[in-house]
């Protein structure tokens, strides 16, 4: 498979598909503009690099394995055709099960400023159908640079709408959870996870002192992740978008997950989710697309 993938597929010396020790096909991307590797099980990205920058954009757990079958700690895990737990069905996998199923690779390019793109489709399965039996192709583009733009594309092929939840649930490489702040959602409403589930308002900047696991709703606005450590900014722009999920697990529940990179990788990590959750799921109209785009920038401080 790997030998076909780089005959259909590769860019000589910047799109090149190699074997992981677990079996999976992971996609290794260098060019002028930075680098990334994905994961084709869940069109998985798993790390991105610009070259402007020393550190990378997306946090990967140093305890991620890959592992046919198993989500992947870290990256932009794509979260769909439900956010967090299923509705009705608690043996279905919490954010679904597109992350850990096969995608195929549809097409690779050059994008116009040397970005590399790379466009992955879902394999419907019997084992999918049966936690989704709606006819439907789900595609993600990723293009890759000094920028990075990842667009989630949900086509319905059937007669019949539906309704997904769904998210790009990416980790940011941060210097430390206690020195970076939060700001985009100032004034927005917010499902608050912790301790139960509460609705709350957001008073100004966002700063961490605990776990913090927020479903903002209504809300299209960028995002910005002030890093005064590594200083630089983060910052999170997105469209066909309702929601943004805010999430550090913090030490005691980083400790239970136990794949956050012990003693303290929780401290570099937080999830700036760009989604379409709880009250903000979407109805995609039978013949119709739905696509959630996100592009990510660093800029140094
Ligand atoms: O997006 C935040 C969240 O829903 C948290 O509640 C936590 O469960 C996190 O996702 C990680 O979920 P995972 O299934 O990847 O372990």
Redesign the pocket.
């Known amino acids: 498979m790997i030998r076909e993938l780089n005959a259909q597929f590769g860019i000589e010396g910047e799109l090149d598909f190699v074997e992981d020790e677990s079996g999976l096909a992971v996609a290794k991307i260098d060019n002028a503009q930075g680098s990334a590797t994905l994961c084709l099980q869940g069109a998985h990205l798993m790390s991105w690099q610009p070259r402007s920058q020393k550190t990378p954009v997306v946090w990967l757990s140093r305890d991620a394995k890959l592992a046919v079958g198993k ?1 992947i ?1 870290g990256g932009a ?1 794509v ?1 769909w055709p439900w ?2 737990a299923h509705a009705t069905e608690s043996a279905f ?3 679904g099960f597109a ?1 850990t199923v096969p995608w195929r690779v549809i097409e690779s390019g050059k994008g116009i400023d040397g970005e590399t793109r790379l466009a992955l489709r879902l394999v419907a399965s019997d084992k999918t159908r049966e936690q989704w039996p709606h006819a439907c192709n789900l595609d993600l583009v990723i293009t890759i640079g000094e920028t990075l733009r990842m667009e989630l594309i949900t086509e319905n092929t059937g007669s019949d709408d539906f309704v997904i939840g769904e ?1 790009l ?1 990416t980790y940011f490489q941060i210097g430390d959870i206690s020195e970076v702040s939060v700001s985009g959602l100032e004034g927005c409403e917010y499902w608050d ?1 912790v301790g139960g589930s509460s609705l709350r308002k957001q008073n100004g900047e966002i700063r961490f002192s605990g776990e913090t ?1 927020r ?1 903002y709703i209504n809300t299209v606005s960028e995002c910005v992740i002030r890093d005064e450590k590594l200083m630089r900014s983060i910052h999170v722009a997105k469209s066909g978008s309702l929601s943004t ?1 805010v ?1 550090t ?1 913090w030490i005691d ?1 980083a400790n239970k ?1 136990g794949d956050m990179g012990q003693p303290d990788g929780w401290r570099e990590m937080l ?1 700036v ?1 760009s ?1 379409n959750a709880l009250e903000n799921q979407v109805k995609v109209a039978s013949g119709t697309r739905h696509t959630l785009i996100v592009e990510y920038r660093a800029v140094s401080l």
């Open positions: 989500s700690r895990p979260c956010f967090g996998p919490g954010h992350r998210a649930h996870k696991d479903v999920v999430w697990p529940k997950m999830c989710e989604a």
